[in-house]
């Protein structure tokens, strides 16, 4: 099967609908597939050999945060001869609403056409722009996919139609056979605690965390508090408690080797996002590596650990709470392992052996449909307008 994907963000930068792209075209090559990607990327960026290039992104604040998009008369042209050179049984768009070259493929595109959405909110000023422009162009769409069941109430609320639930995807192995590293590797005397977050913005929790810690520091003195992700350390250390800071070590941003090494190596990954979250693949990437999660409450996050069985919940946004929690589990590696085991085998759910092949079908199920419709016997009066009666 030829199949094209469109991803709407920039390949420039990290970011889970850009590895979602990249891991069920990766996928579908590996089932034997014809797959081609096309996103933004600038010009100099290493693409993989399925990736083409739809020209230089621009930084755009969207959805309560900043994106990397792509849209225009240019980026139109590039989309336009992609789509023909590609001559796709099947097209995927993802984020069909976010207005970048999803958006212009979707204008342009004719035969199957999937849809994945994966945010959970979509009143931003730039959507509330584009919207009116994309309405037009949805009735295109033959199946529509929302990653969470918080993506398809979005679907449902503002865009129109029904999707199906088809979670993101996690290579599970990969983490589950990552190695440990012995300096990020935590002892009963000196537990260790792992964090991932882009900079410094508040929603994804690091001033929770930071918040949080003081408990768990004086109650264990030698926790150590490993953060990767970019920003300036000097930045994330203003306003900490001495304490709390001297037990951070900032990583920066680190490779997807060494982000599995982190996971399987600490006593305990620790997500306080406070909002905007349509699923958490970070969780079930942590699960994977067999780290014990402990989350804020958020629903997304509460659906992947299973209300709490695979993972310790704590309130959203209340410090006190998650430092309470933290304790409670770095204080019990008998109930750690328990909830590490649980999430180990929840992730597995998760893989994308079982996620892949439920959006293969979906696809086949188009396909399947349209030759079907082309099979079919038309109606005289059809017959007649397309000149085959009597011949």
């Known amino acids: 099967m030829r199949i094209g994907i469109v991803c709407p963000y920039s390949f420039d930068v990290p970011g889970g609908v850009q590895f979602h792209v990249r891991d069920l075209a990766e996928h579908l090559l590996g089932q034997g597939h ?16 399925y990736v083409v290039s739809a020209g230089r992104a621009t930084p755009v604040r ?32 993802h984020e069909p609403v976010t207005p970048s070259i999803s958006v212009l493929a979707l204008f342009a595109a004719q035969g199957p056409i999937v849809a994945t959405f994966h945010t959970s909110m979509l009143r931003s000023r730039t959507m509330q722009t584009a919207y009116p422009l994309v309405r037009p162009s949805l009735e295109k769409i033959a199946a529509r996919i929302a990653v969470s069941e918080d993506a ?27 190695s440990r590293r012995p300096e990020w590797t935590g002892t009963e005397q ?45 930045a994330a250390r203003d306003g900490m408690p001495p304490g709390v800071a001297d037990a951070c070590e900032f990583l920066g941003a680190v490779s997807d080797e060494d982000k599995a090494s982190l996971l399987a190596s600490a006593g305990v990954y620790v997500a306080p996002n406070t909002g905007g979250e349509s699923f958490g693949i970070i969780l079930i990437e942590a699960m994977s590596a067999g780290a014990c ?14 209300g709490g069985a695979a993972g310790r919940l704590f309130r959203n946004e209340d410090p006190a709470d998650l430092g309470r929690c933290l304790l409670e589990l770095l204080r019990d590696p008998a109930g750690r392992r328990v909830l590490a085991d649980a999430g180990a085998r929840r992730a597995r759910l998760f893989d994308w052996s079982v996620v892949g092949g439920r959006v293969l079908a979906v696809y086949e199920t188009l396909v399947e449909g349209r030759a079907a419709a082309r099979a079919a016997p038309q109606p005289g009066w059809q017959r007649f307008l397309r000149g085959g009666v009597g011949r």
């Open 34 to 49: 014809d797959v081609s990607v096309l996103a933004p990327a600038d010009s100099d960026t290493l693409l993989q050999d």
């Open 293 to 306: 999660v402990l989350a804020s409450d958020l629903p997304a996050f509460s659906r992947v650990l299973d």
């Open 152 to 178: 398809r109430r979005t679907v449902t609320t503002h865009v129109g139609g029904d999707a199906v639930v088809i979670p993101n995807g996690v290579y599970v192995d990969r983490f589950a056979d990552a």
């Open 62 to 93: 969207y959805n309560g945060s900043v994106a990397r998009l792509n849209f225009g008369p240019v980026s139109a042209a590039k989309v336009g001869r992609w789509l023909e050179r590609g001559d796709f049984d099947v097209l995927h768009l």
């Open 190 to 234: 000196r537990p260790t605690v792992a964090f991932l977050g882009r900079g410094g913005g508040a929603g994804k929790g690091r001033p929770v965390v930071a918040a949080g810690l003081p408990g768990g520091v004086q109650g264990l003195p030698g926790l150590g508090v490993l953060v990767a992700g970019p920003g300036d350390p000097d």
